[in-house]
């Protein structure tokens, strides 16, 4: 079945650039769907963070637009995000999902907790 | 200030029915389908209705979904220990152009 991992720094300093990559495996990318990274801070909510599609089109939350990169690697069958200038507000579990329909995440990552502290 | 509005807690008790109301405007409920999904507390949310009222696989059909017009719902009967959880709903929103999450209702069994 579809599995995603994702990986990346557990810690970031505030003012740097955030890094996370998800591993898909049982599934090619290139295969289809498109594929997204939703964050959660701690004791709160869901908040979308934006979606990529195997080809590399993406879109993002308005919120967010103008710090996020998400990438795709479809050799190593793996997307990536980027988030920069990172302050307090940016900490949180980060989960990435396979996207269809826009709004329907199925399966989800673990997810990875991010703090943002010097 | 979520686009999507949930009540923030629901209660039940063991074999009783709860439902979950999600909130929104003609740009999300009103014109796309709406999902919902569960979080086990630690673990990362799971999918539990897709397209207003489906089920995927493995979903037992104590939890069904509803849509009329700007608002969902989530309904759970036989409610069981198990199911104490927080539920989120979300929809693809067309002002946004992309999806939103209800504020998300934590559901406390008794």
């Known amino acids: 079945q579809v599995q995603l991992q994702e990986s990346g720094p557990g810690l970031v300093k505030p003012s740097e650039t955030l890094s996370l990559t998800c591993t898909v495996s049982?599934?090619?990318?290139?295969?289809?769907?498109?594929w997204g990274w939703i964050r959660q801070p701690p004791g709160k909510g869901l908040e979308w963070i934006g979606s990529?599609?195997?080809?590399?089109?993406?879109y993002y939350n308005p919120s967010l637009k103008s710090r996020v990169t998400i990438t795709v690697d479809t050799s190593k069958n793996q997307f990536s995000l980027k988030l920069s200038s990172v302050t307090a507000a940016d900490t949180a579990v980060y989960y990435c999902?396979?996207?269809?329909?826009?709004?329907?995440?199925?399966?989800w990552g673990q997810g990875t907790l991010v703090t943002v502290s010097s | 200030q979520s686009v999507l509005t949930q009540p923030p807690s629901a209660s039940g008790t063991p074999g009783q029915r709860v439902t979950i109301s999600c909130s929104g405007s003609?740009?999300?409920?009103?014109?796309?389908?709406v999902n919902w999904y569960q979080q086990l507390p630690g673990t990362a949310p799971k999918l539990l209705i897709y397209?207003?009222?489906q089920r995927p696989s493995g979903v037992p059909d104590r939890f069904s979904g509803s849509k009329s017009g700007t608002s969902a719902s989530l309904a759970i009967s036989g409610l069981q220990s198990e199911d104490e959880a927080d539920y989120y709903c979300a929809v693809w929103d067309d002002s946004l152009n992309g999806p939103v999450f209800g504020g998300g209702t934590k559901l406390t069994v008794l």
């Open positions: 999902a396979r996207v269809e329909g826009g709004s329907s995440f199925d399966p």
């Open positions: 397209s207003n009222n």
């Open positions: 003609s740009s999300n409920i009103g014109s796309n389908s």
């Open positions: 990529i599609y195997h080809s590399g089109s993406t």
């Open positions: 049982g599934y090619s990318i290139s295969s289809g769907y498109y």
